[in-house]
Structure formats: C-alpha cells, structure tokens
C-alpha cells in the first residue's frame, strides 16, 4: 500500500532529500519520507492542474478539514474559523513572534530541538534562550521544569517555543507535563507557541495530549501550529495551519495574510490528507511503528554501543552514538566511510555531540540497508585505529 521505496524509484525524486548527496549515498537525513503520496492527494492536485487552478490560496475547506481531523484522531476540537492556512509552520511561528514579542527579547526553547529553532529565532532577532531537557540514565529524556522556570524568568524573555511531539526525540509529553509548561508560562506572562508538526504521527502504545485540548487559560492565549507536510510528506507543497486560541489571536492571523499566504495546491493537498487520506496516515503509522522496532534490534545485533531509546512519535531516531569513538560528529564518519547520511546531533543543540538522527520514514529494506552501512563505516574506522 506504501509502495515499494526502490532506491531506483527514489532517487527519480527531485527533493532535498535525494538531491542533496550523490547517488551512492543512502539519503537518511531530512524529514522527508519515502512513501508513494496518499491518492486522494495526487488526485485533488491532478485535478487542480487539469483546470488550471493554480492561483493564489483561498482558506476552502482548510478550517473544516483541520479541525475534523483534530476532533476524530486528536480528540481535540478547535474552533474551525480560528484555524489559519500558512506557508509552513516555521513562517507561521516566526509571524506569530514579530507580531506578539518586541525586538531583542529573548524565546526560550528546550535543547536538543529541532534546528531551526535557533537560527530562525536569530534572523528574528530574537534571542535564544535555552532550557535543555534532562537525560536520565537510561538515555530517554525529560522536561526539566527547574531549568524552564529559570529561564523563562531570564530579562527580557517573551516567549516560549515548544515542541510537541518533541523532534528529534519522537517524546510526546504528557498532559500533566503540559499543563505545568502551561502554569509557568501564565506564571512569567510569556507568549507560548507550540509545534505540533508531528502530532499526525504518533505511534501505538502512546495518547497524544494537544494543548489545545487541555482545562487551562493558556490555551487562549497559546499559539497551536500544525500541518500535513509530516504526516503525509507534503513539505514541498507549502502549507500548514496554524490556530488561534481567542477571537483577538485570530484577527491579528487575518490581518497578516499577506505574510501568510500558503500554496493553492497546499492547501487542496492538506485538505485531502485530513479527510480523505486517513487510512494511508493509519498504514504509515503502521509502518513506522514496526520500524522502530526493527531498528532497535539491528542496532542491537550490529552496533550494540549505540544507545536508541524507540521515540513515541514519528519517524525520526535519535541515536546516542558517543560509545562509537567517532567524536562529535559521528554523522560525518557514517557519511565518509558508510555513505549513508544522517543528520549531525549538534543540529540540535550543542547537547547533541555524539548524536545522530535517522530517519526511519521509509521501507524495513531501506532501514536495514542504513544500519549495515552505518556498521560498516565504525567498522572501517575501527580498522583504521
Ligand atoms: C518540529 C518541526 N517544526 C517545523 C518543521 C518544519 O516544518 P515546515 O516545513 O512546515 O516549516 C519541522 C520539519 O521537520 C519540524 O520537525
């Protein structure tokens, strides 16, 4: 139902993700995944240019979509007309910032996080300010709250960004976690923005908690940001949504719809995948769920010293490579002796030295292929010793 992920059909692919390296090396890096497009998508995009629908975006369809989708799989219900189409989710957050936060105050983000949270923050001109999750010994992760309130009562700090599903943890954080993240940005009288990119993607054996969904004011005042383009791979069609919590949050979106403007087909697309494409979204769930667990145990037959703690969502593994010998940058080494590519740990924060990120978004052939190189590159640096 996924289609097969023939590197010969994949690498036909234009996309960041099979263009960035040449073709003998295995791309296992940015968050694109592998599947065959989910047909209700194809079809509405197909039809769209059969009419030459390919102006500027009207909303259509986006609010209802969104929200129907959050009510039947997120058991959340947002307010259909506070949901706004962006150009992606990054845009929509870094908007929602110049609007609601002044020049030069800082926005606290919880390291490893995704990378682009530090240098869009940048360009924003708003500086980072880190609370970095606690690793415990096992290798999983945890909010650590006393970092949070430190540095949300940091001078100058406006905002916090939060990652829910947290990338590239795969950690999905739980209600009462949120709801303590809630009190202590109400507590310190921050803008709280959250991305939830990843919520279309979490895995079995795990309940997804949306902000919005929880009993408390901040959810008024929080920022909800979410999007089909993980779910359903369709970063390159350009649109994700981003939900306002009050009626004052929703007009400051309207009013800026000219920065906001998402693709005309990203939006049909999107709107295909909250509704006609939700047995797709359950097979690649599937997929991924038994990828995990693949992972876990090549990595255990071929690379023992690598610490992998399966994330909860999504299809992206955080790998504790720092037993390996390979330095800070153990992507670089899988890259020079495996040709396999990850993405480098320190994308994520200077806590990610040793670490790596693959992506599992793709067949149970192609992640066994990934490992295999990636044994073979310690194994040639092992011989080099
Ligand atoms: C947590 C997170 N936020 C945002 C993005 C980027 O999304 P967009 O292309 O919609 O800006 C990604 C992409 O992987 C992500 O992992």
Redesign the pocket.
Request: glycine share 6%; proline share 7%.
């Given at each position: 139902m996924l289609g097969n992920c023939s590197l010969a059909e994949l690498s036909r692919r234009r996309s960041h993700k099979w263009r960035t390296y040449p073709p003998e090396v295995l791309p296992a890096f940015?968050?694109e995944m592998d599947f065959t497009l989910a047909e209700p998508i194809s079809d509405a995009i197909r039809a769209a240019l059969a009419i030459g629908d390919t102006g500027y975006p009207h909303t259509g369809e986006l609010g209802e979509a969104f929200a129907s989708f959050a009510a039947g799989c997120l058991a959340w219900t947002p307010n259909k007309d506070w949901v706004f189409p962006?150009?992606?989710?990054?845009?929509?957050?870094a908007e929602v910032l110049v609007a609601t936060t002044s020049p030069g105050s800082g926005v606290v983000i919880s390291p490893p996080?995704?990378g682009?949270?530090f240098f869009r923050l940048g360009f924003l001109g708003r500086p980072v300010v880190e609370a970095p999750l606690r690793r415990l010994g096992d290798g999983s992760y945890e909010m650590d709250f006393d970092e949070l309130d430190r540095a949300l009562a940091s001078p100058g700090v406006s905002a916090y960004l939060l990652?829910s599903p947290?990338?590239p943890l795969g950690q999905v954080w739980g209600g009462d976690q949120l709801l303590t993240i809630a009190e202590l940005c109400q507590r310190h009288n921050v803008v709280l923005l959250v991305?939830e990119?990843?919520a279309p993607l979490v895995l079995p054996g795990t309940r997804f908690v949306p902000f919005g969904s929880l009993d408390h004011e901040m959810t008024e005042r929080a920022w909800i940001?979410s999007?089909a383009?993980?779910g359903w791979n369709l970063?390159g069609l350009?649109c994700?949504v981003a939900v306002a919590g009050s009626a004052p949050a929703a007009a400051l979106l309207t009013e800026r719809w000219e920065a906001l403007l998402a693709s005309h087909l990203g939006v049909l697309g999107s709107v295909a995948a909250f509704t006609r494409s939700l047995g797709w979204l359950d097979a690649v769930i599937a997929q991924i769920d038994h990828n995990r667990a693949l992972l876990g145990r090549l990595l255990a037959e071929q690379l023992p010293d690598v610490g992998y703690a399966p994330g909860a969502a999504?299809f992206?593994a955080w790998l504790d490579c720092t037993k390996l010998g390979l330095g800070e940058d153990p992507a670089a080494a899988f890259l020079a002796r495996g040709r396999v590519a990850l993405s480098p740990g320190t994308y994520f924060g200077a806590q990610g030295a040793g670490f790596a990120r693959l992506n599992i978004g793709t067949s149970p052939e192609l992640v066994t292929e990934a490992v295999h190189r990636m044994a073979a590159a310690v194994a040639a640096a092992d011989s080099m010793l």
């Open positions: 940015v968050a962006v150009p992606d989710v990054m845009t929509g957050i996080v995704y682009p949270f990652c947290h990338n991305d990119i990843h940001f999007s383009s993980k970063a350009k994700g999504s992206l």
